[in-house]
């Protein structure tokens, strides 16, 4: 079963080639499974917690 993403950004920023925006700290990403993302840049790195989780099931 495919999952779920959640992706808090904690510090710096993020820019998302593809959607030709930055994200700083604060922002957060919730994808559906499938979902094109990416590819992302960086100048000075950043943190993200990754949550993964199943959709309830019926």
């Known amino acids: ?3 779920r993403d ?3 950004l904690s510090d ?3 820019h998302d ?5 930055t994200f ?3 922002h957060y990403a ?3 499974p ?3 993302h990416g590819p992302y840049r960086t100048v000075m790195g950043c943190t993200m917690l990754e949550i ?3 959709p309830a099931s019926a």
């Open 6 to 8: 959640r992706r808090p």
């Open 30 to 32: 919730s994808r559906p």
């Open 17 to 21: 080639l593809m959607l030709d925006a």
């Open 34 to 36: 499938g979902m094109p």
């Open 24 to 26: 700083t700290a604060g």
């Open 12 to 14: 710096t920023e993020l």
């Open 1 to 3: 079963m495919p999952f």
């Open 52 to 54: 993964r989780y199943r």
